[in-house]
């Protein structure tokens, strides 16, 4: 998954990118509002998580406008404000969650976890097609009574194709949502994570299918 992380302490951004980035997420930096709104001019976010006293303005018209422009990506509110009337404020303006600070980096990965599902109307972690079951948060495939696990790059890889299959993704849309805007990116990225992500397949009716001069797409045989 890609996050967008809206925070001016960039003691805190850096090590709450870092833990992200342990569970193999992609995660860009915005110091302030205006650093997040050129983010989301040029990327697609799974999730963004905002704090609300910024350089630039108050989190919560960010997040009014956002909302208000019917951007539906998730928004979890980073706040050391713990006043019941304020999280309810927070909520009723379009936060899907929020966290007071100080938080522990396990409740944000869990909270992260929960409001993902939750925007895909899911209950359980677990998301089948064709003949194979995918967990993402146990980071691995099931085959039958074979189970695979599945490193970083690999299990965010197939979380997008699961996503949505069928659907036919670009080498430079795979890249946007797997690495973050820090990253340097060889030209053959993509390539060697989907040869790593076949040959977990191998065996399955569910194959990520070559469209010549197109991309890549999940889809069953």
Do not use: W
Request: aromatic share 6%; charged share 30%.
């Amino acid at each position: 998954m890609k996050f967008l992380l809206i925070e001016d302490n960039a003691d805190l951004a850096r090590s709450v990118a870092a833990r992200l980035s342990l569970d193999g997420h992609a995660v860009d930096l915005a110091g302030s509002l205006a650093a997040a709104e050129d983010h989301l001019a040029v990327a697609t976010y799974d999730l963004i998580l905002l704090d609300i006293m910024l350089p630039d303005g108050d989190g919560r018209d960010f997040l009014r406008t956002h909302r208000a422009a019917n951007r539906d990506t998730p928004v979890i509110v980073m706040t050391a404000r713990s006043e019941v009337s304020e999280r309810i404020a927070m909520l009723d303006t379009g936060a899907d969650d929020y966290l007071t600070k100080p938080f522990d980096f396990n409740e944000l990965g869990a909270r992260a976890r929960a409001v993902l599902r939750r925007r895909d109307g899911a209950a359980s972690t677990e998301r089948s097609f064709a003949d194979l079951v995918f967990d993402p948060l146990t980071a691995t495939v099931r085959l039958g009574d074979e189970t695979r696990e599945l490193r970083n790059r690999e299990l965010r890889l197939l979380e997008i194709f699961f996503s949505a299959p069928d659907r036919i993704y670009s080498k430079d849309q795979l890249c946007d949502r797997l690495f973050s805007a820090a990253e340097s990116v060889s030209d053959n990225a993509i390539e060697v994570y989907v040869g790593r992500l076949r040959r977990k397949l191998e065996g399955s009716q569910a194959r990520i299918e070559t469209v010549r001069g197109v991309g890549y797409r999940l889809t069953a045989q």
